[in-house]
């Protein structure tokens, strides 16, 4: 009987061919002929071996230091933190896709509004206002944001304006600067079992 052709290949084609996987393991399987039809062509293992690829994969991205840019807020509605979660990949029964939520810094409450359009998002915050003043008693002295594009529309900005309302905006793709929206959206994106109205929210 004829034996089977082996191919012959080099460390860094093997490495590529299964995945990516570690040197060391690719060696040892050749080795032990859990591999076969494979040659594997001499590499002293003292050489140093380098996969482009697998440096970018393994990159990671400077943490955001953790600076404190003022104390907590001291009154009710001294800062709100608000973040626009969406498109959620499961349309609710009430066709809503989108999660828009406001947490008041000082007592941490959180009002919930579900929205069929991010276009939605002033009435949503409008109404929100609307509960913070006849309920709380409380004016908004600043909003807390990233810089997404609901939050920077000019009409959106220009309310804020003649309601006295500064905003406080993130650095552009920097969302752990945003970390008390992003921290509640990641526990309510999943905990939410009903969905209301722009006009309703839940605290």
Known sequence: ????????????????????APTQVI???VSQGMVTGIRLEYTPSKVP?????????????????KLCEGERATVFGGEVHSDLWGKSPVESKGGK?????????????????????KDEQPIAYKGYEASVENHMGARIKILNSDRGGEYLGGDFVAYLKSRGTLQKLSVHD?????GVAERRNRTSA????????PKESVG
């Open 1 to 20: 009987m004829a034996n089977a052709a082996e191919e012959t290949l080099t460390l860094d084609q093997l490495h590529r061919r299964m995945g990516h």
């Open 27 to 29: 060696r040892d399987l």
């Open 49 to 65: 071996f380098f996969c482009e690829s697998c440096i970018y994969g393994k990159a990671t991205r400077k943490s955001v230091p």
């Open 97 to 117: 896709n989108y999660m828009d939520t406001y947490i008041d810094d000082k007592t941490r409450l959180t009002h919930v509004y579900f929205l069929r359009t």
């Open 174 to 178: 920097t969302h752990p600067e945003s």
């Open 190 to 197: 999943y905990t939410a079992t009903c969905i209301r109205s």
